[in-house]
T-cell receptor, first 110, second 117 residues
Framework: DAKTTQPTSMDCAEGRAANLPCNHS???????VYWYRQIHSQGPQYIIH?????ETNEMASLIITEDRKSSTLILPHATLRDTAVYYC???????????WGAGTKLIIKP | DAGVTQSPTHLIKTRGQQVTLRCSPK?????VSWYQQALGQGPQFIFQ???????QRGNFPDRFSGHQFPNYSSELNVNALLLGDSALYLC????????????????FGSGTQLSVL
């Protein structure tokens, strides 16, 4: 079973920041938080991952709470092309597989 | 630089038949993972291949088998197809970032849509 909880769906206005929450209250010390997204009819796309510290790349920012029980993915200026299902995943260092939940369907509205 | 390529893109089979799906990893990648994605659900891990060996396997029956070739490409074979095997089959290759298994990000192909009638 997935170890994360995400809202089923969210809306965001184009040009605004999209903030996608994820709860992972049972995360252990050696588990990383990964975010992927899947645009309709395509394979999933890696976005970002982190362990303890906040992370930022050209696509998004990942904010992890100090107790590591939750995180937020931030898309700073959402565009219509960001409409997708976003998956939050925790992955143990020694494990090779990703265990996916149902994700959050993010709809960007003009 | 070609990404992960999968073939065929679509396939229709009947129950009891066998199917082979193919995957070429992103250039420079040596690890291939296979996932099954049913409609409306997240992907489920089937297995991962590294150095031509199955490194880890998910909760799938022995009807699902695979192979990795010396050039790192991979095949997924499914025998005795069931209606429930209808799904999108995704292949992903890995890039180690900063060393360590957890520091890897997966690059996915667009998948093979398998329909079993």
């Amino acid at each position: 079973d997935a170890k994360t909880t995400q809202p089923t769906s969210m809306d965001c206005a184009e040009g605004r920041a999209a903030n996608l929450p994820c709860n992972h209250s049972t995360i252990s010390g050696n588990e990383y938080v990964y975010w992927y997204r899947q645009i309709h009819s395509q394979g999933p796309q890696y976005i970002i991952h982190g362990l303890k510290n906040n992370e930022t790349n050209e696509m998004a920012s990942l904010i992890i709470t100090e107790d590591r029980k939750s995180s937020t993915l931030i898309l700073p200026h959402a565009t219509l092309r960001d409409t997708a299902v976003y998956y939050c995943i925790v992955k143990m260092d020694s494990n090779y597989q990703l265990i996916w939940g149902a994700g959050t369907k993010l709809i960007i509205k003009p | 630089d070609a990404g992960v390529t999968q073939s065929p893109t679509h396939l229709i089979k009947t129950r009891g038949q066998q199917v082979t799906l193919r995957c070429s990893p992103k250039s420079g990648h040596d690890t291939v993972s296979w996932y099954q994605q049913a409609l409306g659900q997240g992907p489920q891990f089937i297995f991962q291949y590294y150095e031509e060996e199955e490194r880890q396997r998910g909760n799938f029956p022995d009807r699902f088998s695979g192979h990795q070739f010396p050039n790192y490409s991979s095949e997924l074979n499914v025998n005795a197809l069931l209606l429930g095997d209808s799904a999108l089959y995704l292949c992903a290759s890995s890039l180690l970032v900063g060393g360590g298994q957890a520091n890897e990000k997966l690059f996915f192909g667009s998948g093979t849509q398998l329909s079993v009638l």
